[in-house]
């Protein structure tokens, strides 16, 4: 099978496995805080046996900025997908384009155009959407923890932008690390059951560890819209693992947010290269 056709079929598997981490957090029974300090833990320690001997780390800021924006992309996910429904914790996190199509100029002196501002007011709007079912005070706070965590990951991109010669790899585990470290004093709340810790296990060697290292292989290998179009397929498989898995249905309006939310996103990808050529 050639390369390319490997890379396809790596990165689609990669969209499952991160996919189906709002199932595996859902059925573990487990302080938000803890769950992420140990799935980190395990991650960690997953990606330095995987990468050893090609790990160089670099503590500038920049590089810790990274860190810290994924650390609290994978805090505040997991502590939303708690509170609320997978569906609105996954769809408000893919929000992150927005932020970073703002900050962009500013930080990193890339021009928005026009019709970002237009993607903008889109994605906004199908983000207000998401707020217009009937919530809980704790699903009110799970939205409002899963727009955190669109900031967070802008700011992980936009850090990673930032470093010339960057490497993820360090830059997650240093977040994993950081996450761990966040989740420590919560790890003495009664302990989860077998099936809890099983569940640990796989978010944290598999869902967070080898799926990192399917991507990496493959998104050497692949376009930078293929990529973006097939890890899509997590926004909509997540919700509906958990649909099946665990009974969660979203409400009406957060599944019209998210088609506007997704297919924004979407359209802002595939634009560039729907675009034809100017003549000469």
Same mark, same amino acid.
């Given at each position: 099978? $050639?390369?390319?056709?490997?890379?396809?079929?790596?990165?689609?598997?990669?969209?499952?496995?991160?996919?189906?981490?709002?199932?595996?957090?859902?059925?573990?029974?487990?302080?938000?805080?803890?769950?992420?300090?140990?799935?980190?833990?395990?991650?960690?320690?997953?990606?330095?046996?995987?990468?050893?001997?090609?790990?160089?780390?670099?503590?500038?800021?920049?590089?810790?900025?990274?860190?810290?924006?994924?650390?609290?992309?994978?805090?505040?996910?997991?502590?939303?997908?708690?509170?609320?429904?997978?569906?609105?914790?996954?769809?408000?996190?893919?929000?992150?384009?927005?932020?970073?199509?703002?900050?962009?100029?500013?930080?990193?002196?890339?021009?928005?155009?026009?019709?970002?501002?237009?993607?903008?007011?889109?994605?906004?709007?199908?983000?207000?959407?998401?707020?217009?079912?009937?919530?809980?005070?704790?699903?009110?706070?799970?939205?409002?923890?899963?727009?955190?965590?669109?900031?967070?990951?802008?700011?992980?991109?936009?850090?990673?932008?930032?470093?010339?010669?960057?490497?993820?790899?360090?830059?997650?585990?240093?977040?994993?690390?950081?996450?761990?470290?966040?989740?420590?004093?919560?790890?003495?709340?009664?302990?989860?059951?077998?099936?809890?810790?099983?569940?640990?296990?796989?978010?944290?060697?598999?869902?967070?560890?080898?799926?990192?290292?399917?991507?990496?292989?493959?998104?050497?290998?692949?376009?930078?819209?293929?990529?973006?179009?097939?890890?899509?397929?997590? $926004?909509?498989?997540?919700?509906?693992?958990?649909?099946?898995?665990?009974?969660?249905?979203?409400?009406?309006?957060?599944?019209?947010?998210?088609?506007?939310?997704?297919?924004?996103?979407?359209?802002?990808?595939?634009?560039?290269?729907?675009?034809?050529?100017?003549? $000469?």
């Amino acid at each position: 099978m $050639p390369d390319k056709s490997k890379a396809i079929l790596l990165m689609a598997a990669t969209a499952l496995i991160w996919s189906s981490g709002g199932l595996a957090i859902k059925l573990v029974e487990w302080n938000p805080m803890a769950i992420t300090g140990v799935r980190s833990l395990l991650a960690a320690a997953t990606l330095a046996v995987l990468f050893r001997g090609r790990l160089r780390f670099r503590f500038s800021g920049i590089a810790l900025g990274a860190a810290a924006g994924y650390a609290g992309l994978l805090i505040t996910n997991v502590a939303a997908t708690k509170l609320t429904t997978s569906a609105n914790a996954i769809l408000l996190a893919y929000t992150a384009p927005v932020y970073v199509a703002l900050l962009a100029p500013r930080l990193l002196g890339e021009k928005t155009r026009r019709s970002d501002w237009l993607f903008i007011l889109v994605t906004v709007g199908g983000m207000c959407l998401f707020f217009m079912d009937r919530l809980s005070p704790s699903g009110l706070w799970g939205n409002i923890i899963a727009v955190g965590t669109g900031m967070s990951y802008a700011a992980f991109t936009l850090c990673m932008r930032a470093q010339k010669d960057a490497s993820p790899v360090e830059s997650v585990i240093l977040g994993h690390l950081l996450t761990g470290v966040c989740g420590l004093p919560f790890l003495f709340s009664a302990a989860p059951s077998g099936s809890g810790w099983a569940g640990l296990l796989y978010l944290g060697i598999i869902q967070q560890g080898v799926s990192l290292a399917l991507y990496t292989w493959a998104i050497k290998r692949l376009g930078a819209l293929e990529a973006i179009l097939i890890m899509m397929l997590e $926004p909509i498989l997540n919700p509906l693992l958990v649909a099946v898995g665990y009974g969660e249905l979203p409400g009406a309006w957060a599944v019209t947010g998210g088609i506007v939310v997704i297919g924004a996103v979407t359209l802002r990808a595939v634009g560039p290269a729907l675009r034809l050529p100017s003549r $000469p």
